[in-house]
């Protein structure tokens, strides 16, 4: 049962530093959630601080990945033009006969 837990959580800490390097390069395509094993048993009482340091990592790669996309979709915001457009500059020509 702790055996189960201890390599879910090994590969959980190894997803979490691969997808933090997938953000770091701009993959941003690649990152994918990790599925736990479905079959888990009950987190075991030795595990819970382990298990909430990395929760808390991967929600601050979370955080971080919604920022970066929020900042990328406010680069590509192209500005509206105004609803009444703004008359043409006033143009003078001397016109001699």
Known sequence: MNS???????AFERHLGLQARLVDEGRYDEVVAFEPPADL?????????RAVELHDRAQALAERVMELRDRARQRRVVPRRPAHPTPAASAYLDQRV
Do not use: E
């Open 41 to 49: 048993p009950a987190l075991p009482r030795v595990f819970v601080s």
């Open 4 to 10: 189960s837990w201890l390599s879910t959580l090994d």
